[in-house]
């Protein structure tokens, strides 16, 4: 099995930071991609962004500039630093893992930013 243990949301202003972390442990092989996803209410979930056990990096146009991911390969960790947050960042953001070609997703966090 494998776990996925998310921290680091919360409430927010508009302009203001924050930073969440997703740490994976359990039977962890080979982590392919991981990243991050969000999903809004009354929306479908969406990639905000994704890094490669190379490094590469994907993100979602709305974030790019604002949102950083990056990981710690030794303790399987991946994190977003998130900057500049707007209200429309509002959402319940979820880890995702490919662990041997397999995805995993953590339970979620929080974030909410007020006007």
């Known amino acids: 099995q494998v776990q996925l243990a998310e921290s680091g949301g919360g409430l927010v202003q508009t302009g203001g930071s924050l930073r969440l972390s997703c740490a994976a442990s359990g039977r962890i092989f080979t982590l392919n991609a991981m990243g991050w996803y969000r999903q809004a209410p009354g929306k479908q979930r969406e990639l905000v962004a994704t890094?490669?056990?190379?490094?590469?990096?994907n993100y979602a146009d709305s974030v790019k500039g604002r949102f950083t991911v990056s990981r710690e390969s030794a303790k399987n960790t991946v994190y977003l630093q998130m900057n500049s947050l707007k209200p429309e960042d509002t959402a319940v953001y979820y880890c995702?893992?490919?662990?041997?070609?397999?995805?995993?997703w953590g339970k979620g966090t929080l974030v909410t930013v007020s006007s």
């Open positions: 890094i490669t056990s190379g490094g590469n990096t």
């Open positions: 995702n893992i490919v662990n041997l070609g397999v995805p995993y």
